[in-house]
């Protein structure tokens, strides 16, 4: 498996990770514990080094299962968890950064991981009532103390970003990109590359939406968190479906599949660009890590972005709610 450097920051990963949230949490039922430990410990063997989690996800179980299963191969992996969220009842009910609550998560993240540093420890989403120089500042003091290794931001802005920067070094910024959502390539991106600073798209196949596997008659399971975002409802279904489409054309001249199509478009975009997508399957999984050596042209990259382009996605990325938790 190709590494790839995170940024100017010294991380280096696996060209491609693997995001744990949907062994636990948000796609339907959580899956059997045993089998998501096999498929971890096959990813490790396929190559993969980047693992992602959050305290939120589960809630705790997501941690606790990647910890058990990484707690052997330690030293071969970095592990990437992330604090912010308040949580009550079983779920993140909204934002808390606050310099004890990021500590008090840190603690109880080093032993749900059962690790004796956090690799890469991002907020997960920007709290509006916390100054992100308290943030950024209250993680320095981590770094310093050998809790954890390097800081990380999801889905800020740029002046944010900036902000924190400034106090601590940011290694990498995970925000949402894929060929169905391509807004970090506003402002994000070029930020990033003049800041030397990673980025890890997570939902590079948009959800599982760009593998060619929905329809206008997909139904999912009523606890899959699918069914709350606008993008996922039948008619937005049928109506984005050119950008599948295109990708199952690119890939049968390429000889692929759709899905490895888009995370190779990922890949190419830039060097610094870590992709995490996440699956319960070891058939994905091989499919996905099957992207990296899938290399796309200057040509197909022109080709590519001229067809999206003409294409109109419908549908919000988030439902209301979610968006009025995490719009800063």
């Known amino acids: 498996m190709e590494k790839r450097m995170l940024g100017k920051s010294g991380l280096e990963v696996s060209a491609i990770g693997l995001g744990c949230m949907g062994m636990s949490h948000s796609y339907g039922p959580p899956a059997d514990k045993g089998e998501m430990i096999k498929l971890i410990h096959k990813a490790v063997e396929l190559g993969v080094t980047f693992f992602d989690t959050a305290e939120v996800y589960g809630p705790y179980t997501n941690e606790e299962l990647v910890g058990e299963a990484l707690k052997p191969l330690r030293d071969k992996v970095v592990i990437a968890t992330k604090f912010g969220w308040r949580i009550e009842g079983g779920k993140g009910v909204g934002m808390d950064s606050r310099p004890e609550q990021i500590r008090k998560v840190a603690e109880a993240s080093l032993k749900r991981l059962q690790v004796e540093c956090i690799d890469l420890f991002y907020q997960h989403r920007v709290d509006p009532d916390v100054p992100i120089e308290d943030v950024a500042g209250t993680v320095k003091d981590l770094i310093a103390e050998g809790k954890v290794k390097y800081f990380g931001l999801s889905e800020p802005g740029v002046t944010t970003l900036r902000k924190a920067h400034a106090v601590q070094p940011v290694a990498a910024v995970q925000n949402e990109y894929s060929l169905w959502w391509k807004r970090p390539e506003e402002e994000m991106i070029p930020a990033l590359e003049e800041l030397g600073i990673g980025f890890v798209p997570y939902s590079p196949l948009g959800k599982g939406y760009l593998t060619g596997s929905f329809n206008e008659n997909t139904k999912l399971d009523s606890t899959d968190f699918r069914n709350t975002l606008p993008r996922f409802s039948p008619e937005a279904l049928k109506a984005n479906k050119g950008v599948v489409d295109l990708l199952q054309e690119l890939a049968s001249q390429k000889k692929a599949t759709p899905a490895q199509v888009a995370l190779a478009w990922v890949l190419a975009r830039k060097p610094f660009m870590v992709p995490i997508p996440g699956t319960t399957k070891l058939d994905r999984l091989k499919e996905n890590l099957g992207a990296v050596s899938l290399k796309l042209t200057p040509q197909d990259m022109i ?16 439902s209301e709610e979610h968006e009025r938790l995490t719009s800063h």
Do not use: L
């Not at 067809?307 to 988030?318: C, E, M, P």
């Open 303 to 318: 080709d590519i972005d001229d067809a999206a382009s003409k294409i109109v996605i419908q549908g919000g990325r988030y």
